[in-house]
């Protein structure tokens, strides 16, 4: 691969096929099936006028994401602020699957499930190289920690990988790579912010498993349908470069991937349980009481007001939960994958074919996953081999 920008070309061309099919498909208004495959055509061309356009405000960076972001239907997942914490939920656990109460144990006892582990500060590492010698880095990294199956995988997916690698904005963003996926006609864009650290190579990685592995489930979701395990294949890549970058002896950049990952996938989850305590208290509700149920949590954040608190929330609640279970389920996997690489990999295509509207208990126990962070032996030996590099590093 040597383009680092998106075909405009093409995804010009894709809306005009779209076009031209939903036009066909409106000459015949009787065919009881018209409705909805304009429905669903016109969802592609949406993606597709979201993607040129994404690309072309990504090029001006005095201008802000926002706007175009949240305004298209593929925006829509991230755009939840105003929908209360309780809404999002409910909408996840009840309405779209069948699942056992016992799921919300996971988020209200999650606060606890790491004893009190606190995480060391360590920055990422800067990494000065050009866009080619990433992606050689990238290639290393697939060759050092592959296996048969996902080498397989590369092949049959990598000309359908569109790439697109540019300058971090100037403003704060938050979203470090994104990974779009057309079904209709086999495509993914991913695109990637570069900031110049070890992080670009943990983005990289992680959008490029999306890209190999996401598209396997679709026949069982619709689109915005949030998934279990939708981000195994991502929570996976970060475990794996983690580790790529131990075996090189770079334990402080093993470091700086896990625990980064650790507290976006796990102690952010936190926010989850602020949903329900807030959603339970929603009458009782005082500042003073919330910042001090934060306080013995030992969280340290103080909230001067209500919308604060929501604003804090703008992560939906749902879409946290679906990291949080991928996190547990990589774990699993790469225990996994320390002792039979090739299994582990066979596993990730075999879960993500899975049918989702199983039932997610049985889906885990199917499966070998804990998915309850209190009962999940690979998150402690995570911890611990984290709590282990803490140690090896003040001394060095
Ligand atoms: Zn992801």
């Known amino acids: 691969m040597t383009r680092y920008h998106w075909d405009l070309n093409k995804i010009k061309g894709r809306i005009k096929i779209i076009e031209q099919t939903i036009e066909a498909t409106q000459k015949h208004p009787n065919n009881i099936y018209a409705e909805y495959i304009i429905q669903n055509l016109t969802q592609f061309k949406d993606l597709y006028h979201f993607l040129l356009h994404y690309y072309s405000i990504s090029k001006t960076s005095a201008s802000s994401y926002d706007p175009p ?19 999002k939920l409910n909408s996840f656990l009840f309405n779209s699957h069948t699942i056992s109460k016992s799921l919300i144990n996971i988020s209200t006892n999650g606060l606890n499930y790491t004893n009190g582990y606190s995480i060391a500060e360590v920055n990422p590492s800067p ?17 050092q920690m592959g296996s048969p199956s996902l080498f397989h995988k590369i092949d049959q997916e ?8 540019q300058k971090a904005p100037n403003y704060f963003y938050s979203m470090d790579g994104c990974c779009f996926d057309d079904y209709l006609f086999n495509e993914k864009y991913i695109n990637i912010f570069r900031s110049n650290t070890i992080k670009d190579m943990v983005t990289l990685c992680h959008e490029f498993f999306h890209g190999f592995y996401s598209n396997l489930n679709l026949k069982y979701t619709n689109r915005n349908e949030l998934c279990y395990f939708s981000e195994l294949e991502g929570s996976f890549a970060n475990l794996l470069v983690a580790e790529y970058y131990r075996q090189l002896g770079q334990e402080e950049n093993a470091y700086y991937i896990d625990s980064t990952y650790l507290e ?10 602020i949903g329900f305590l807030l ?23 103080t909230f001067t007001d209500r919308d604060e608190i929501f ?8 879409l946290l939960l679906c990291y949080n279970l991928s996190y547990l389920a990589s774990l699993d996997l790469f225990e996994l994958y320390q002792k039979d690489r ?33 009962d999940c ?6 911890l611990k081999k984290l709590e282990k590099s803490k140690k090896d590093m003040s001394l060095s």
Request: positive net charge; hydrophobic residues 35%; proline residues 2%.
């Open 377 to 382: 032996p690979s998150l402690q030996k995570h």
């Open 279 to 301: 959603a339970k208290q929603k009458r009782k509700f005082t500042l003073e009481r919330f910042n001090k149920k934060l306080q013995k949590k030992n969280i340290e954040i």
């Open 127 to 143: 990494l000065y190289i050009n866009n080619q010698d990433l992606l050689e880095l990238f290639n290393d990294f697939i060759h």
């Open 69 to 87: 972001f949240y305004n298209s239907t593929v925006g829509k997942a991230e755009k939840m602020i105003e929908e209360s914490p309780k809404e």
């Open 158 to 165: 990598k000309t359908h990988i569109e790439l697109n690698i």
């Open 264 to 273: 976006n996938y796990i102690l952010r989850n936190f926010e989850l349980n």
């Open 342 to 374: 090739e299994k582990a990999f066979v596993k990730l295509e075999k879960i993500k074919e899975m049918d989702y509207h199983q039932h997610l208990i049985r889906l885990s126990k199917e499966n070998g996953f804990t998915f309850m962070e209190k």
């Open 311 to 318: 604003e804090y929330l703008t992560e939906p609640a749902s």
